[in-house]
Nanobody
Framework: QGELVESGGGLVQAGGSLRLSCAASGRTFSGYSMGWFRQAPGKEREFVTA????????NYADSVKGRFTISRDNAKNTVYLQMNSLKPEDTAVYYC??????????????????WGQGTQVTVSS
């Protein structure tokens, strides 16, 4: 089945940076599109960004454009989320997910087949 494991979350001051990693184990997700979603307390899970299987296409939520960057290293079976200029409203649990249709960057959580357990990101003001 394989699993996804996120890491790199933590507490950071507003304006700071964090780099999240999502490592796959048990199988390869190199042919999958990979996405990052987040869920803040009391809110629904929302799309953050996604990348196609070869990194050729990406998509970002308007709220993170210009601040967050998604990348992947298929040789390491790992996806990254570089988060700069963090804001308190970025506080959430961040999840990575895999979409078997690797040619598209889809924004609906329903499109994703595999999910990690999440990592907490807290941005203090």
């Amino acid at each position: 089945q394989g699993e996804l494991v996120e890491s790199g979350g933590g507490l950071v001051q507003a304006g700071g940076s964090l780099r999240l990693s999502c490592a796959a184990s048990g199988r390869t997700f190199s042919g999958y599109s990979m996405g990052w979603f987040r869920q803040a307390p009391g809110k629904e899970r929302e799309f953050v960004t996604a990348i196609t299987w070869n990194g050729g296409s990406t998509n970002y939520a308007d709220s993170v454009k210009g601040r967050f960057t998604i990348s992947r290293d298929n040789a390491k079976n790992t996806v990254y989320l570089q988060m700069n200029s963090l804001k308190p409203e970025d506080t959430a649990v961040y999840y990575c997910a895999a979409d078997r249709l690797g040619l598209w960057v889809r924004v609906s959580a329903d499109a994703y087949d595999h999910w990690g357990q999440g990592t907490q990101v807290t941005v203090s003001s």
